[in-house]
């Protein structure tokens, strides 16, 4: 398949192309091609449900702050079949684990802190 094909296919199949990758079509052609396999890989993997999968990649996507992944993950999601209660749940908890984050990011400092005081 040529690369405006499978954008085609992609598009039949998750609802929509996502606008970055219609660019990087027209900028990188060849690398179309390499997407479809690398998340037809991702997805076809057994351990994980392909819905779960969506739901780490709206994670991830929000976590890193990516809007216009965020949407269009989301978007592919509601094709899937996700509810509104289930992106939001996922997003929460990443934002917990992020939050959470912060806690390591103080270890040194903290430690630092304790230790001057004893």
């Not at 929000?62 to 999601?77: D, H, M, P, S």
């Not at 289930?86 to 630092?112: C, D, H, K, P």
Request: proline fraction near 6%; include cysteine; aromatic fraction near 6%.
């Amino acid at each position: 398949m040529n690369p405006d094909q499978i954008l085609r296919e992609m598009e039949k199949n998750s609802g929509e192309v996502c606008e970055p990758l219609n660019l990087t079509a027209k900028v990188m052609p060849e690398w179309i091609p390499r997407q479809a396999d690398e998340g037809k890989f991702v997805m076809s993997l057994p351990n994980v449900p392909p819905k779960y999968k969506q739901l780490i990649m709206i994670s991830v996507a929000a976590v890193l702050q990516n809007r216009t992944c965020t949407e269009y993950f989301i978007k592919v999601g509601r094709h899937m079949g996700l509810t509104d209660k289930e992106i939001g749940e996922a997003v929460l908890t990443a934002r917990f684990a992020m939050a959470s984050t912060i806690f390591a990011n103080t270890e040194l400092g903290f430690r630092s802190l304790i230790e001057k005081s004893k």
